[in-house]
């Protein structure tokens, strides 16, 4: 059974914790987020975020129903830092990409948290206004509310994706990820033309870019898309 939410009035500790510090909503999401970076999910337990905080295990659930709650707050959280101190410029497409770029980045100084979080649904206020801003963007470009759905679908999807794919790269075991990379370089860039000849044609092309993200091109690639539609609309 969910447990009850005591309000923010009746929760705040009335003395410091052993950390010398108040506990508050926010300062449980950044703990959180620090113990997801530092020990990855397995290590993110009430017990231990309890001890983080110099409080009893207890008191997180004064804050949060469940640890499922607290990994909302921290989706929350990552939209909070993609957002802070945005600003339009009145160019759609260059807003739109700045937006994606933030929500890229945001995720990955956080890879254990993305991984945790980039599929979830909070329905919460950072998220909230995140949604409200990229829909204005395009609404008031002049796309019709259809295109306007549409493109938000792909452009807010297709940023949570590469944050996944991005970040779980980030969170492997440094061994495991340097392997990885390795592949196109002791593996792919040594597959003989008779055998594989596209592969041969652009391996060294295929050495420089693969162990990169792709995200800046599929971001671009999805606004000049959707900037077609819209001189089609214009038309």
């Given at each position: 059974m969910a447990k009850r939410v005591v309000p923010e009035a009746d929760r705040?500790?009335?003395?410091?914790?052993?950390?010398?510090?108040?506990?508050?909503?926010?300062?449980?999401?950044?703990?959180?987020?620090?113990?997801l970076r530092e020990h990855g999910a397995d290590g993110l337990t009430a017990r231990r975020l309890g001890l983080a905080l110099g409080a009893d295990a207890s008191a997180v659930y004064r804050y949060f129903r469940?640890?499922?709650?607290?990994?909302?707050?921290?989706?929350?959280?990552?939209?909070?830092?993609?957002?802070?101190?945005?600003r339009p410029t009145g160019d759609w497409r260059a807003d739109l990409r700045d937006l994606g770029l933030r929500i890229h980045h945001a995720y990955l100084a956080h890879p254990q948290a993305a991984v945790l979080t980039?599929?979830?649904?909070?329905?919460?206020?950072?998220?909230?206004?995140?949604?409200?801003?990229?829909l204005g963007v395009l609404r008031g470009a002049g796309f019709p509310?259809?295109?306007?759905?549409?493109?938000?679908?792909?452009?807010?999807?297709?940023?949570?994706?590469?944050?996944?794919?991005?970040?779980?790269?980030?969170?492997?075991?440094?061994?495991?990820?340097?392997?990885?990379?390795?592949?196109?370089?002791?593996?792919?860039a040594r597959l003989p033309a008779e055998t594989h000849p596209n592969i041969a044609a652009t391996a060294p092309l295929l050495v420089a870019r693969m162990n990169d993200s792709a995200y800046r091109t599929a971001l671009d690639m999805l606004l000049s898309s959707a900037a077609a539609q819209l001189r089609a609309v214009g038309a």
């Open positions: 705040r500790r009335r003395r410091p914790t052993k950390q010398g510090q108040v506990l508050t909503h926010g300062l449980i999401v950044e703990t959180a987020l620090r113990m469940g640890m499922d709650d607290l990994i909302l707050a921290i989706a929350d959280e990552l939209f909070g830092h993609a957002m802070a101190d945005w980039a599929s979830r649904v909070t329905g919460r206020p950072n998220e909230v206004a995140s949604d409200e801003t990229i509310d259809a295109d306007a759905v549409r493109i938000y679908h792909a452009f807010i999807d297709q940023s949570l994706a590469f944050a996944i794919l991005d970040a779980a790269t980030l969170a492997l075991p440094k061994a495991a990820r340097e392997g990885d990379e390795e592949v196109w370089r002791d593996t792919y």
